[in-house]
């Protein structure tokens, strides 16, 4: 019996025992928790104040720019205007649109056709956009009719007008050439401008053909030795340029009383350059002249 009692009153302390140092702790965390939230509230109070303190010091602006200095006013004004810029350029990136691509097409070909042949190669070099709107079809045909003539406007070439005007550009250069050839009488030149073939021929003003190369150069040189510098100014030039075969033709007046000429010159292209293989020279009758040849016929 007395162990039995003793057992019981032993289980009985454990347990009380356990409750007390449960309740001990209980209480510890509860006092350390009221602790934490009266710093916390202590710091929101003087932060609170603080920012009191901070509101009530602080300078206020309502009224606007109107009541800023000039300074202020300027930096607003640039502010502004970077702000706009910054806004049209995220526009522009976000759309991939550009001031070019906004144009109507009619527009940018007819303000392409107010540049020359470098600076519209120079715009195309420039970036993709540029190289895009320099390239266009349109704004070639417009150069090409400004620079040589309209009266090829039917004319569909096979790779477009720029390849077109490039050809006609250099057959155009290669006639010049035989001008200046002829300026300086240089022999040597004359005949690597002419293609050595049996079928080249040349009609002087004279009207004396030459058939064949032996026979072409050996007009020129008789023309050299026997004639002195002459001058010509060339004018009216009419080009047309097929793949392997272009003809130019063109009025010349030089400085000696026999009257403006009307030219023809052929070339065709070999080995990567143009060659002259027919001239064509006859004396340009005005209409008096005409009937004096009538009567005398």
Not at 35 to 58: F, V
Not at 165 to 183: C, L, P
Request: charged share 20%; with cysteine; hydrophobic share 45%.
């Amino acid at each position: 019996m007395e162990i039995i009692t003793s057992t019981f009153f032993s289980s009985q302390f454990l347990i009380a025992a356990i409750f007390t140092i449960f309740s001990l702790l209980l209480a510890v965390r509860t006092a350390r928790s009221t602790k934490s939230t009266k710093q916390s509230d202590g710091a929101t109070s003087a932060t609170s104040a603080t920012a009191r303190k901070k509101s009530c010091n602080c300078t206020c602006s309502c009224n606007g720019p109107a009541a800023a200095s000039a300074a202020e006013r300027e930096m607003l004004e640039v502010g502004r205007h970077a702000a706009t810029a910054a806004a049209a350029v995220v526009a522009e990136r976000g759309s991939g649109a550009s001031m070019m691509e906004q144009l109507v097409p009619e527009i940018t070909t007819h303000a392409l056709s107010y540049l020359d042949y470098p600076s519209l190669c120079r715009l195309s070099m420039t970036n993709s956009l540029m190289r895009k709107a320099a390239n266009d079809d349109n704004a070639w045909k417009a150069l090409y009719h400004k620079d040589f003539t309209l009266e090829q406007d039917s004319v569909i070439p096979v790779n477009g007008w720029k390849a077109y005007y490039a050809a006609t550009r250099a057959v155009v250069n290669v006639n010049a050439e035989f001008f200046n050839i002829i300026r300086e009488r240089s022999l040597p030149a004359m005949s690597r401008f002419w293609l050595n073939a049996d079928y080249v021929k040349c009609i002087h003003a004279s009207g004396e053909l030459f058939s064949g190369y032996n026979s072409v150069i050996q007009s020129w040189q008789i023309a050299f030795n026997w004639e002195q510098g002459v001058d010509f100014q060339v004018q009216d030039v009419r080009a047309r340029v097929l793949t392997d075969i272009a003809w130019v033709t063109m009025k010349t007046y030089i400085d000696i009383d026999t009257g403006p000429f009307n030219m023809t010159n052929v070339f065709e292209f070999h080995n990567g350059r143009w060659y002259m293989v027919h001239h064509h020279s006859s004396v340009m009758l005005v209409d008096g002249e005409v009937e004096q040849q009538v009567v005398h016929g």
